[in-house]
C-alpha cells in the first residue's frame, strides 16, 4: 500500500480520535493530509481545543514539544521523525539562558526573559520560572511591549534578527539594543545597563540568514515595478529594503491581497513560496531566492504514514514535569496576552 493510501485509512479508521497538525514549511504532500495548517502562533492557538487522543505534529521537534505541553491529560502528542531539529533553537542552551540572565541581574536589575518559540522547552521553561514568556514572529510585538513592562529591560532569545527588528518596529532607539557575547559560557555578559532596553541572543534562522541585500538589490534593478516581502527573520538591512516584512500569516495574506498581475518575492522558506505561486495564478510569486528547512524535510509521507501505522505503540513526544510547568506558564502568558 502506498503511504497516501495508508495515511487515508489510517484516518478513516481513527476518525476524531487523530488530528494531523501541519507547519505551512512542510512540503505539499504531508500538508495534503494535514487537518490544521498554520504558523507557530496558530497552531499553539488550536492545541487546547482539540479533543483528539493522538496529535501528530508535522513540523520541527520544538513546535511537537510545545504541543505536549499544551496538549491535555491522556492526549498523546507524535512526530513522525523525533530527529527534526532547528538550527536557531539549538543556539541556545537552557543551562546558559540562564547563567546569562543571571549575569544581567546581578546588580539587582530586573530583566525579563523571552524566548521565540523556535526554542526547546527548558528554554521556555526558563522563561517561565522567570517571570518572562514566549513570542512568536506574529506576535513578537505585542510579546515585547508585555515584557518591557514587567521589568526594567528585555533578554529576547535566540533570534538577534527578529529581536531587532522587532524593536525597531517598536521605535526603541537602536542605541538601546545590545548584542550579547555569550562566548566562554556567558564570560562577556555585563551586568544590566540602564541605558539599553533589550539585549539579544545572537542567534539566527539558518533558512533566512540566507536572504540579503544583494538579492533585493538585484529585483529594484532588473523588475522595479515588483514587491519584495520578507520573513522578520531576515536581517535588518533586508527588512529595511524590503516593501513588507512579517509572519508566515502575514506573508500568505499580503501575497493574497497583491494586485492581479504583479510580481511579488517573498523571503521565506521555499515549500511555503511554491504552494502561494501555485494558489496564485493570476500572480507572479517567486522566491527571493530558494532557501529549504533540511529539518523541516525530514518530515516526510512516508514516515507519517508509518507513525500512523504504530501510533498504538509508538512513544510519544514527552516533556518533563519540572520543565513542563514553567515552560507551560510561559506560553500561557503568551496565549492570554495575544487573546
Same mark, same amino acid.
Given at each position: 500500500?502506498?503511504?497516501?493510501?495508508?495515511?487515508?485509512?489510517?484516518?478513516?479508521?481513527?476518525?476524531?480520535?487523530?488530528?494531523? $497538525?501541519?507547519?505551512?514549511?512542510?512540503?505539499?504532500?504531508?500538508?495534503?493530509?494535514?487537518?490544521?495548517?498554520?504558523?507557530?502562533?496558530?497552531?499553539?492557538?488550536?492545541?487546547?481545543?482539540?479533543?483528539?487522543?493522538? /496529535?501528530?505534529?508535522?513540523?520541527?521537534?520544538?513546535?511537537?514539544?510545545?504541543?505536549?505541553?499544551?496538549?491535555?491529560?491522556?492526549?498523546?502528542?507524535?512526530?513522525?521523525?523525533?530527529?527534526?531539529?532547528? %538550527?536557531?533553537?539549538?543556539?541556545?542552551?537552557?543551562?546558559?539562558?540562564?547563567?546569562?540572565?543571571?549575569?544581567?541581574?546581578?546588580?539587582?536589575?530586573?530583566? /525579563?526573559?523571552?524566548?521565540?518559540?523556535?526554542?526547546?522547552?527548558?528554554?521556555?521553561? %526558563?522563561?517561565?520560572?522567570?517571570?518572562?514568556?514566549?513570542?512568536?514572529?506574529?506576535?513578537?510585538?505585542?510579546?515585547?511591549?508585555?515584557?518591557?513592562?514587567?521589568?526594567?529591560?528585555?533578554?529576547?532569545?535566540?533570534?538577534?534578527?527578529?529581536?531587532?527588528?522587532?524593536?525597531?518596529?517598536?521605535?526603541?532607539?537602536?542605541?538601546?539594543?545590545?548584542?550579547?557575547? /555569550?562566548?566562554?559560557?556567558?564570560?562577556?555578559?555585563?551586568?544590566?545597563?540602564?541605558?539599553?532596553?533589550?539585549?539579544?541572543?545572537?542567534? $539566527?534562522?539558518?533558512?533566512?540568514?540566507?536572504?540579503?541585500?544583494?538579492? %533585493?538589490?538585484? /529585483?529594484?534593478?532588473?523588475?522595479?515595478?515588483?514587491?519584495?516581502?520578507?520573513?522578520?527573520?531576515?536581517?535588518?538591512? +533586508? +527588512?529595511?529594503?524590503?516593501?513588507?516584512?512579517?509572519?508566515?500569516?502575514?506573508?500568505?495574506?499580503?501575497?493574497?491581497?497583491?494586485?492581479?498581475?504583479?510580481?511579488?518575492? +517573498?523571503?521565506?522558506?521555499?515549500?511555503?513560496?511554491?504552494?502561494?505561486?501555485?494558489?496564485?495564478?493570476?500572480?507572479?510569486?517567486?522566491?527571493?531566492?530558494?532557501?529549504?528547512?533540511?529539518?523541516?524535510?525530514?518530515?516526510?509521507?512516508?514516515?507519517?504514514?508509518?507513525?500512523?501505522?504504530?501510533?498504538?505503540?509508538?512513544?510519544?513526544?514527552? %516533556?518533563?514535569?519540572?520543565?513542563?510547568?514553567?515552560?507551560?506558564?510561559?506560553?500561557?502568558?503568551?496565549?492570554?496576552?495575544?487573546?
Amino acid at each position: 500500500m502506498t503511504p497516501t493510501r495508508t495515511i487515508t485509512a489510517r484516518k478513516e479508521a481513527l476518525g476524531t480520535k487523530l488530528c494531523i $497538525l501541519a507547519h505551512h514549511y512542510q512540503a505539499d504532500d504531508v500538508v495534503r493530509h494535514a487537518d490544521i495548517l498554520g504558523d507557530s502562533l496558530e497552531l499553539a492557538q488550536r492545541i487546547d481545543g482539540l479533543d483528539a487522543e493522538h /496529535i501528530v505534529f508535522c513540523g520541527v521537534h520544538f513546535m511537537a514539544e510545545t504541543a505536549a505541553i499544551l496538549a491535555r491529560t491522556g492526549q498523546k502528542v507524535h512526530i513522525p521523525d523525533e530527529n527534526a531539529s532547528c %538550527v536557531m533553537a539549538d543556539m541556545v542552551p537552557a543551562a546558559l539562558a540562564e547563567k546569562v540572565l543571571t549575569a544581567l541581574n546581578r546588580d539587582g536589575a530586573h530583566i /525579563i526573559p523571552l524566548t521565540y518559540v523556535n526554542s526547546s522547552a527548558a528554554v521556555k521553561a %526558563v522563561c517561565g520560572r522567570h517571570g518572562g514568556s514566549v513570542c512568536t514572529s506574529a506576535n513578537a510585538k505585542t510579546m515585547m511591549s508585555w515584557a518591557l513592562g514587567q521589568g526594567d529591560g528585555v533578554l529576547f532569545m535566540p533570534d538577534a534578527n527578529l529581536g531587532r527588528n522587532t524593536a525597531r518596529a517598536l521605535g526603541i532607539d537602536p542605541a538601546r539594543t545590545m548584542r550579547l557575547d /555569550i562566548r566562554g559560557q556567558g564570560r562577556f555578559v555585563p551586568a544590566a545597563d540602564p541605558s539599553a532596553s533589550i539585549y539579544l541572543w545572537p542567534g $539566527l534562522c539558518a533558512v533566512h540568514a540566507l536572504f540579503h541585500t544583494e538579492h %533585493v538589490s538585484a /529585483i529594484r534593478r532588473d523588475e522595479p515595478g515588483a514587491l519584495v516581502l520578507v520573513h522578520p527573520e531576515c536581517s535588518p538591512e +533586508v +527588512v529595511a529594503m524590503a516593501d513588507g516584512a512579517g509572519s508566515t500569516s502575514y506573508l500568505i495574506k499580503a501575497v493574497a491581497e497583491a494586485p492581479a498581475g504583479s510580481t511579488i518575492y +517573498v523571503g521565506t522558506e521555499w515549500n511555503l513560496v511554491n504552494r502561494l505561486a501555485l494558489r496564485h495564478t493570476d500572480r507572479t510569486v517567486r522566491p527571493l531566492r530558494t532557501a529549504l528547512c533540511s529539518n523541516m524535510a525530514k518530515i516526510t509521507e512516508e514516515n507519517l504514514a508509518r507513525t500512523l501505522t504504530a501510533l498504538d505503540t509508538a512513544e510519544p513526544v514527552r %516533556v518533563d514535569d519540572d520543565i513542563a510547568q514553567p515552560a507551560r506558564i510561559a506560553l500561557q502568558r503568551m496565549l492570554d496576552a495575544c487573546r
